[in-house]
């Protein structure tokens, strides 16, 4: 048989039947095979459509081949409670996607692609991500570099109200001692 499709199908069916028949004298010529002729007729037969079946060309998956992912609940219901936000893999509520769908090998990216949704899907449930930003508001967090900058400006304000306070006082010296010179009484 050769590697080529130009051949015609004439050629390629005896082609087919010949190396059917060279398989079936094969397999007859094994001493430890014992076959009666239906036998025989059977397994040349199987031998035929095999070697028939791979002489043709594999078929080509269409593009409807590619199965199109169908989401286990609506967008509007995925988002309908603020506590929970319902996967569209397994329709199960999470507080947070992230994971489940790590869990599922996809990232958010592909997760969103592949149920067709807004790039500004969110990941986590609303209420979830109130209630961690509560907390963290709570015990002060990300406050660090704001009252390390109000602590500076503090410290910045006393030194100029004492710089001010002393160029006061020097200046109402000064006043004093130009009033006396010139003997001009306040």
């Given amino acids: 048989m050769t590697d080529t499709f130009s051949e015609s199908g004439a050629d390629a069916h005896a082609d087919a039947t010949a190396l059917a028949a ?50 286990a609940v609506s967008v509007r219901k995925s988002l309908a409670d603020p506590k929970r936000i319902i996967s569209m ?39 979830y991500s109130e209630g961690r930003r509560a907390i963290a508001k709570q015990l002060g967090l990300g406050r660090k570099a704001i009252a390390a900058v109000e602590g500076v400006g503090g410290a910045i304000e006393d030194v100029a109200e004492e710089v001010v306070s002393k160029a006061e006082k020097a200046g109402k010296a000064a006043l004093s001692a130009a009033r006396k010179t010139l003997g001009i009484r306040s």
Avoid at 25 to 43: M, Q
């Fill in 22 to 71: 060279e398989l079936t004298a094969a397999w007859l010529s094994n001493p430890h095979t014992r076959a009666g002729s239906a036998d025989v007729l059977a397994f040349l037969t199987s031998m035929h459509e095999a070697v028939s079946a791979l002489s043709r060309p594999a078929p080509v998956p269409s593009a409807e081949s590619v199965p199109e992912h169908v989401p």
């Fill in 89 to 127: 893999i397994d329709g199960r509520p999470y507080a947070s996607l992230k994971r489940h769908i790590a869990d599922n090998g996809l990232t958010p990216a592909e997760y969103r692609k592949r149920f067709s949704l807004k790039s500004d899907y969110p990941m986590v449930a609303p209420g």
